[in-house]
């Protein structure tokens, strides 16, 4: 079964940058659409962006166009989120989301989240 470990959070001030890790073991992430979501206190589960199995495909919020890049390397079986520009509101907890789609099913798993904090 695969699974999904998310990295790379932490306390940065607003205008700094983070990159976010999305790492697999048990399974081909390659076969996967992965996403990244966000959930701040208080709010529900929010997409933030989402990549492709082949990485030809990507899509961001509008609360995050132009600041967020997303990328996989599916050779390491990872994929990344970049993060520049950051701004308070984009203190959430980060979780990484992989699904795939075959006749009849719908295979999906999450991460167990990372932290990410935007404060001077």
């Known amino acids: 079964q695969l699974q999904v470990v998310e990295s790379g959070g932490g306390l940065v001030q607003p205008g700094g940058s983070l990159r976010l890790s999305c790492a697999a073991s048990?399974?081909?992430?390659?076969?996967?659409?992965i996403g990244w979501f966000r959930q701040a206190p208080g709010k529900e589960r929010e997409p933030v962006s989402c990549i492709s199995s082949g990485g030809g495909r990507t899509t961001y919020a509008d609360s995050v166009k132009g600041r967020f890049t997303i990328s996989r390397d599916n050779a390491k079986n990872t994929v990344y989120l970049q993060m520049n520009s950051l701004k308070p509101e984009d203190t959430a907890v980060y979780y990484c989301h992989a699904a795939r789609v075959v006749p009849a099913r719908v295979y999906d798993y999450w991460g167990q989240g990372t932290q990410v904090t935007v404060s001077s």
């Open positions: 048990g399974g081909t992430l390659a076969n996967y659409a």
